[in-house]
């Protein structure tokens, strides 16, 4: 199969342009995603997204090919989340046509994955107080679509990934375990802060974390990496504190006051896998020690 041809010219009845409604509609959407996708980036390659988004046209992939900057054109997340498409099926076919393109850079897949995952665990679970203030892609209920497109077939991501980067085998490895390790025990923390966030708001009800599978992928990044950098960061008091206060918000959050929602689901997802799944002994004891009250926290509902 030709992967350059397939790429060049991908289904494109998905953007309906000789609809004016639907134009109209793609139209009154394309401000808030030029406001995220323009920083950093030149006014020629923001046109590039911008015909991508409103007609389907592809970028000149030979142009860019060798262009090696930090902020290209149609990375692998921008190519997915602002397909018309919201159908996994879809979305997945374009996904094994993109990895497997030899017009594609590197840094159009790193950037990719890691705008996916910077966006949807660092940033959306801060404290914004609306969504027009968010200054990050915010893809709704899409997001957990494109997770599932990117993660269900980790191997096939790692392998692809470790072919397309140029360098040594030790470079390329630890440029796959930033990826595939992400966070690490740190997912925690973030979760504790879309406790804290404003329930009805976007970013909260769109959370990547209510879902099983995201907390399944989240577990796989506890590697003996991160529980090094758990270790050292639990001899640090600001970052021990921070931990029992991620885990004395998880015991006492308050289902009944919060009714059933996904944080509620979640939580009880959560107090399962902290009873049940296998830790560092002192990430464990803390839980264990948290349950029966013997950790004194202070402000753990605050920021």
């Keep these: 199969m030709n992967t350059e041809v397939s790429l060049e010219s991908i289904d494109t009845s998905y953007w309906k342009t000789k609809d004016k409604i639907w134009m109209a509609e793609r139209e009154a959407q394309w401000p808030a995603i030029e406001r995220v996708v323009g920083l950093n980036r030149r006014k020629a ?9 409103l007609r389907g046209k592809m970028p000149n992939w030979e142009k860019y090919k060798n262009w090696d900057d930090l902020y290209r054109h149609l990375d692998l997340d921008l190519f997915l989340w602002l397909h018309p498409s919201s159908e996994h099926d879809v979305l997945k076919s374009l996904y094994k046509t993109y990895m497997e393109s030899n017009l594609i850079h590197e840094r159009d897949v790193l950037r990719g994955y890691g705008e996916l995952i910077d966006n949807e665990f660092l940033r959306a679970p801060l404290s914004w107080k609306s969504i027009e203030e968010y200054p990050y892609p915010f893809r709704g209920e899409k997001n957990i679509i494109l997770f599932r497109v990117l993660f269900e077939d980790v191997e096939y991501a790692k392998n692809r990934v470790r072919n397309l980067i140029r360098g040594r085998q030790e470079y390329r490895n630890s440029m796959v375990t930033q990826i595939f390790e992400f966070l690490g025990y740190l997912h925690f923390l973030r979760m504790r802060l879309w406790l804290l966030q404003d329930p009805n708001s976007p970013l909260s009800i769109n959370s990547l974390y209510q879902y099983d599978d995201v907390l399944e992928w989240c577990l796989t990044t506890m590697t003996i990496n ?50 049940e ?25 605050g920021r």
């Excluded at 390659?45 to 988004?53: A, E, G, L, R, S």
């Excluded at 758990?230 to 006051?257: M, P, W």
């Design 45 to 53: 390659d923001v046109n590039v997204i911008k015909q991508y988004f």
């Design 226 to 275: 991160t529980e090094n950098e758990l270790h050292k960061s639990l001899k640090t008091s600001i970052n021990l504190k921070e931990y029992q206060k991620a885990l004395y918000c998880f015991y006492h959050f308050d289902i009944e006051k919060e009714g059933d929602t996904c944080r509620t689901r979640f939580i009880h997802k959560i107090r399962k896998i902290l009873d």
């Design 277 to 301: 799944c296998k830790f560092v002994p002192e990430f464990k004891q803390m839980w264990e020690d948290t349950k029966v009250g013997k950790i004194d926290v202070k402000k753990p509902w």
